[in-house]
């Protein structure tokens, strides 16, 4: 049987599945489910050591998209250090803190770290992440999102937690500002051991056009744009994965947004991650979309006859290359007409020419000399009857 352990930068999972900080990792019996449900490690909800607003959970969420969270309460440091010491007692788990310091005290970061470490803490997160963190201000005087696209000023506070402990640091990298790839770089020369790397935007909740416009976040009149999070961004997870891949080759790698099934988690590790972080799909669905997922990735592996997740690690980072050296073979559509159900979908994408209905045998078919090999019929198959081969 394949071996799922990972080591990712010093943190030993016995698989690549984490529970990302949320509020399904803020209590001690939703930890315990997670390690029931065969999670192996878990990053911890976010501790701040000075909270400015004490927030309540407010959460858009639409079940095609994902949510966008304005505000979800985060922990005091005396809780979380309780927490974290709870589920080192009760629990097999590794556990990472998610934390940031105070704004504008340097020193706060490394405090922080270091009482999660003395609680047994296994590694730290450092947010650089929150959207809903953003303010106007700069450098260590602000959090979130908003520290996390300057990279000078990530760069200050990783070397401050470096300083105060011993165990492994990630930086909770976000895709807000455009700075990742020089704030991942940054992090990385001040000592950062891992990188983890989330697709989050700010962005808008849905609203009542029929009431003025206002906010769909529950029970509130006035809202904030918010973390975006779920199925919307997992292919852009997977492009940074692999830029971080490939800027920092080897550097231990964690990434993931919008996951929930086990095949979503190899393509992460064959872009380039060792292991991931789900959340929403959890919060969705339940624990319980965890052991098909653990299972998923072990069958897969013994199918396929790798032996370790890090023999697959980066296999698509091979195939990654510029525009202009874009190699292009001839395809073309091929119709399986055993499985064609003569929807005439495949017939209505404006942009082909290739597709009719026959009549006759109430099926699709491709004039090949007419086929670019685009690929778009393949997808919108509802039955997978199209493929694209070699013309
Ligand atoms: C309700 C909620 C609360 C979250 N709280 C935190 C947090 O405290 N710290 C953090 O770094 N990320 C937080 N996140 C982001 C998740 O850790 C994760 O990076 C993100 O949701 C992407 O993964 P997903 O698409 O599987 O949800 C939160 C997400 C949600 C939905």
């Known amino acids: 049987m394949a071996n799922l352990s990972v080591n990712v930068g010093g943190l030993k999972m016995k698989n690549p599945v984490m529970i990302a900080s949320s509020p399904l990792t803020a209590k001690i019996e939703l930890l315990k489910e997670a390690e029931d449900n065969g999670a192996a490690a878990v990053s911890i909800k976010h501790a701040m050591m000075q909270q400015k607003f004490k927030a309540r959970p407010r959460w858009y969420f639409n079940r095609n998209i994902g949510i966008v969270v304005s505000g979800d309460p985060r922990l005091e440091p005396e809780y979380a250090c309780e927490l974290v010491a709870k589920a080192k007692r009760e629990t097999g788990l590794t556990i990472v803190c ?13 405090q922080l770290a270091s009482m999660l470490e003395q609680a047994g803490a296994d590694g730290i997160e450092l947010n650089f992440n929150c959207p809903n ?4 201000e700069i450098k260590t005087a602000v959090q979130g999102a908003n520290l996390g696209a300057d990279p000078e000023a990530c760069s200050i506070v990783v070397a401050e937690v470096k300083k105060a402990v011993k165990i492994p ?26 990188m983890n790397i989330h697709a989050s935007f700010r962005a808008a909740p849905g609203i009542n056009i029929y009431d003025g416009g206002k906010f769909l976040f529950p029970g509130t009149s006035k809202g904030n744009f918010g973390g975006h999070t779920g199925v919307w961004s997992r292919m852009i997870t997977n492009r940074f994965i692999a830029d971080i891949a490939r800027a920092l080759p080897g550097h231990a790698l964690i990434g993931g947004s919008g996951l929930e099934k086990w095949d979503q988690i190899i393509e992460c590790i064959m872009f380039g991650a060792q292991s991931v972080q789900i959340c929403t799909s959890v919060l969705h669905k339940g624990f319980s979309i965890i052991p098909p997922i653990v299972k998923g990735i072990s069958d897969f592996m013994d199918r396929q006859g790798y032996e370790t997740l890090e023999s697959i690690r980066g296999l698509s980072l091979n195939y990654i290359t510029e525009p202009s050296q874009m190699e292009y073979s001839d395809v073309a559509a091929v119709i399986d007409t055993g499985v064609c159900t ?27 000399e007419k086929c670019l090999g685009c690929g778009l019929c393949a997808g919108v198959c509802p039955n997978n009857a199209i493929s694209m081969k070699i013309a």
């Open 342 to 368: 003569g929807c005439k979908l495949c017939t209505r994408m404006p942009t082909c020419i290739a597709i009719d209905y026959n009549e006759k045998v109430k099926k699709c078919e491709v004039t090949r």
């Open 133 to 136: 963190l953003l303010s106007a």
């Open 169 to 194: 640091i990630i930086a909770k990298l976000n895709t807000e500002g455009g700075m990742t790839m020089k704030v991942a770089k940054a992090c990385q020369e001040s000592g950062a051991d891992i």
């Open 98 to 110: 998610n934390m940031s310091g105070a704004p504008g005290r340097l020193e706060t970061w490394g």
